[in-house]
């Protein structure tokens, strides 16, 4: 067998052996909690998780304004906003620190995982007035 083939192989038993114990070992269990709407999940812990699947929402930046300027999501859902005008914008927690995309030019992007329940306010800070909102169920 040539140098070649082997470390190939190696390297393919490798990815293989780290895929198979990667998807097999884990400490966490969920458990199905029949509810009404049957979506709701409890942990080990007995905290209930109210969605499976995290969901990822949009907000457009465009003309000067975030599109939609409130979302209403679940602990674990991201938000992704995306710059479609000529401008730079950031989105900026108003609670210093929590999250700030620094600047986005014209077809850049950041995402924030929200884990928490609340609302959550944030702005441009290149432009004061454009404001928006994520509240967390």
């Known amino acids: 067998m040539s140098n070649k083939k082997f470390i190939f192989s190696l390297a393919l038993a490798v990815l293989a052996f780290a895929l198979f114990f990667g998807c097999t070992q884990g400490g966490y269990t969920a458990q199905t909690n029949n509810q009404a709407n049957g979506n709701n999940t409890t942990n080990q812990d007995n905290n209930v998780v109210t969605?499976?699947?995290p969901q990822n929402y949009a907000v457009n930046i465009s003309n000067f304004a975030f599109n939609p300027a409130e979302v209403t999501i679940n602990k674990g859902d991201t938000v992704s906003w995306l710059n479609?005008?000529?401008?730079?914008?950031?989105?900026?927690s108003d609670t210093a620190g929590l999250f700030d995309s620094g600047f986005l030019a014209k077809g850049a992007s950041f995402q924030h995982t929200f884990n928490e329940a609340g609302t959550y306010t944030y702005h441009c800070s290149v432009h004061p007035s454009m404001s928006g909102k994520i509240i967390v169920q």
């Open 51 to 53: 969605s499976s699947n």
């Open 84 to 92: 479609s005008d000529s401008s730079q914008h950031t989105v900026t």
